[in-house]
């Protein structure tokens, strides 16, 4: 019998929590367990395996980004929805990296499908018809932003900035300057590679 006060949401989220406190690979139906001070057998009428629980961690991160960049994006545009996507990823990581780290989790296909990396996707694009951007580009440009954004994050998570100067923050400011020309001077499609 399910302990009562248990439910697969409560038990995503306290495995959120954990994942910000101790890192996302610590994360197990086994370390839940013990925060709840139950059996491990208890929870498994919620969670498949520790595979679920992250699963799990991964759609609420992906929901939490989503609802964050609804709320910083609306009425902006250019620059400044550029500027705003950006602290939404760079804010979330702080406040949340367990979380965050759940959300660069590759998921399958199905799951992918039903989960908010969607709507993500599509404040994404829709920062880049700002800058008039079409495809195919707009999926290089999403590319690129994506992987400035999560490395600039992971090395700034990791100490990777604290020890010289400028300030982190303000090579921040730099680098977001710098990507608003890019867009705005997106290289014409060219020719296929060598």
Same mark, same amino acid.
């Given at each position: 019998?399910?302990?009562?006060?248990?439910?697969?949401?409560?038990?995503?989220?306290?495995?959120?929590? *954990?994942?910000?406190?101790?890192?996302?690979? /610590?994360?197990?139906?086994?370390?839940?367990?013990?925060?709840?001070?139950?059996?491990?057998?208890?929870?498994?009428?919620?969670?498949?395996?520790?595979?679920?629980?992250?699963?799990?961690?991964?759609?609420?991160? *992906?929901?939490?980004?989503?609802?964050? +960049?609804?709320?910083?994006?609306?009425?902006?545009?250019?620059?400044?929805?550029?500027?705003?996507?950006?602290?939404?990823?760079?804010?979330?990581?702080?406040?949340?990296?367990?979380?965050?780290?759940?959300?660069?989790?590759?998921?399958?296909?199905?799951?992918?499908?039903?989960?908010?990396?969607?709507?993500?996707?599509?404040?994404?694009?829709?920062? *880049?018809?700002?800058?008039?951007?079409?495809?195919?580009? /707009?999926?290089?440009?999403?590319? +690129?932003?994506?992987?400035?954004?999560?490395?600039?994050?992971?090395?700034?998570?990791?100490?990777?900035?604290?020890?010289?100067?400028?300030?982190?923050?303000?090579?921040?400011?730099?680098? *977001?300057?710098?990507?608003?020309?890019?867009?705005?001077?997106?290289?014409?499609?060219?020719?296929?590679?060598?």
């Amino acid at each position: 019998m399910a302990r009562v006060g248990l439910t697969a949401d409560r038990l995503t989220r306290a495995g959120a929590e *954990l994942a910000d406190e101790v890192g996302l690979e /610590q994360v197990t139906v086994s370390a839940l367990a013990r925060r709840f001070e139950v059996k491990v057998a208890s929870l498994y009428s919620h969670l498949k395996n520790s595979q679920d629980l992250r699963t799990r961690i991964a759609l609420l991160a *992906l929901e939490e980004l989503a609802d964050r +960049l609804a709320v910083a994006l609306a009425g902006r545009a250019g620059k400044d929805a550029l500027t705003a996507c950006a602290d939404v990823y760079r804010d979330y990581a702080r406040e949340h990296p367990g979380r965050y780290a759940a959300a660069r989790i590759r998921l399958d296909p199905e799951t992918a499908a039903a989960s908010a990396g969607g709507r993500n996707a599509e404040m994404m694009r829709a920062i *880049l018809r700002g800058y008039e951007l079409t495809e195919p580009e /707009q999926t290089h440009a999403v590319r +690129l932003l994506g992987s400035v954004f999560h490395g600039y994050v992971s090395l700034e998570l990791g100490g990777s900035f604290s020890h010289s100067d400028p300030a982190p923050e303000e090579s921040w400011s730099r680098i *977001l300057d710098a990507l608003d020309v890019l867009l705005r001077n997106w290289p014409a499609t060219g020719g296929s590679r060598p």
